[in-house]
């Protein structure tokens, strides 16, 4: 009887471990959009693929929080983290065509609920060679970054070099 009781607890405690972890897993779009035509040149909207391999950058560093949605985000009922890339500026050359930068705002939203907010700003004088090279660096130090502040969420957080 012993040996039932143990066995339902160690259960027990595993359905309650996976029902939280569930709760706790962001869902993020697979694309994080421009806030508009200004942010990007066409050059850089058509080349870097930087706003589409961030979002699977997360998933792959993030232990299993979070989840990159391809479809119909804005149905997504759990936790959401709303991204949108508001300013960014690169050229190839690496150091002899100045400084670089990438800036985003995200909002950690349930249902109508904002949960938390920041923006996250990385930039580096180097940089590589190509441009798409260089934002996509930039990017996954703002994924670090997000990930790191989805552990303790907060209001108008500034992250990277933003704070």
Known sequence: MKIIKSLF????????????????????????????GEVANENVRKECDWNTTMPRYMAEESDERVKVEAQNFDKVTGKKL???????????????????????????????????????????????????????????????DILEWLKAPGLNAKLGDAG
């Open 9 to 36: 607890g160690v259960v027990l405690i595993g359905l309650v471990t996976i029902s939280a972890r569930a709760e706790d897993v962001v869902h993020v779009s697979s694309l994080i959009p421009y806030e508009n």
């Open 82 to 144: 709303v991204l949108v890339a508001t300013n960014l500026h690169t050229l190839g050359g690496g150091p002899w065509t100045g400084p670089k930068w990438l800036v985003l705002e995200g909002k950690l939203m349930q249902g109508n609920q904002l949960l938390g907010n920041f923006e996250v700003r990385r930039q580096t004088i180097g940089g590589s060679y190509r441009a798409c090279s260089t934002l996509e660096s930039l990017s996954e130090e703002i994924a670090d």
